[in-house]
């Protein structure tokens, strides 16, 4: 496969130590073979690094702990392939990913990027139902603006070319949906393609961002109203950003906020009783 194009798969890792081998095998484990493997460690405080050396020929950046975007950014200029994976470090690829997305952007030469399907798995890479899903066929901008049915970067093959038009990650979206935020700003002008094989295990576990439901309407808000900036003047567009964004209201009855609200003034009714207590004894004396 001499005159196969390189593929360049980014691992951005922040203490997910114990799910990188995973991430890194699935690529080895790869029926495509001209690739190579970076993995940023973004200031990890487990054994990430360690990790990482057992492995011949992989290129481990470091940085301080600066959140996926500029992990990704600096793996992204670090690297040197002609088409790009960003694989999430809790994630695994199916061993026809890398074929199936070259063969790909390979027979759709207008397409910016091409994706594909995932199926869940849990924490010790067990197989969760993960529901059926439909190929996109058309009006991609639209479809992602109601849903990130791509659901995970690893899913996807970028060309490079196409960073020279879209500005990489952006680093304000620190909360999440970052990924979501690039699909539409390269759908927005460029045609891009759901080949519609399934070519990777998307791991759902505890410490997934996606767990954080107020974390992730948080993001998701940043994410829209960025959006809906974008989009003005065009009137279907801007309802579904609207429809999007949750308001403020929404987000203070949040479960796990009234939760601690509700546990912050039954502490400051049990502080007042012990004050109010200790203030009868000493006036006793």
Not at 138 to 158: S, V
Not at 181 to 195: E, N, Q, S, V
């Amino acid at each position: 496969m001499n005159d196969a194009p390189l593929v360049s798969v980014i691992i951005p890792c922040y203490r997910q130590a114990h799910y990188l081998d995973d991430a890194i095998q699935s690529v080895l484990a790869q029926t495509y073979r001209n690739f190579e493997i970076i993995v940023v460690d973004d200031g990890s405080t487990d054994n990430t690094a360690e990790v990482a050396a057992r492995y011949d020929g992989l290129k481990c950046l470091r940085q301080r702990n600066l959140g996926l975007s500029i992990a990704r950014n600096n793996g992204l200029q670090a690297s040197a392939g002609e088409h790009l994976v960003f694989l999430d470090a809790d994630d695994r690829l199916l061993p026809c990913n890398l074929e199936t997305g070259v063969n790909a952007l390979r027979d759709f030469p207008e397409c910016a990027f091409v994706y594909g399907f995932c199926e869940l798995i849990d924490h010790d890479g067990v197989h969760i139902p993960t529901p059926p899903r439909v190929p996109i066929r058309d009006n991609h901008y639209r479809a992602l603006l109601l849903e990130n049915h791509i659901w995970t970067p690893g899913a996807a093959m970028f060309r490079r070319s196409i960073f020279s038009h879209v500005d990489g990650f952006d680093p304000s979206l620190n909360r999440g949906c970052e990924d979501l935020d690039l699909y539409l700003r390269i759908a927005k002008d460029h045609a891009i393609l759901c080949h519609g094989k399934l070519n990777l295990q998307y791991r759902k576990h505890a410490g997934s961002m996606s767990r954080d439901s107020l974390r992730m309407s948080r993001a998701t808000n940043d994410l829209y109203k960025k959006h809906l900036r974008e989009v003005q003047g065009e009137r279907e567009l801007e309802e579904i950003c609207r429809g999007k964004i949750v308001s403020r209201r929404r987000l203070l009855l949040h479960r796990p906020l009234v939760i601690r609200a509700v546990e912050i003034v039954r502490l400051r009714r049990r502080f007042r009783a012990a004050k109010s207590y200790l203030q009868q004894v000493l006036q006793s004396r």
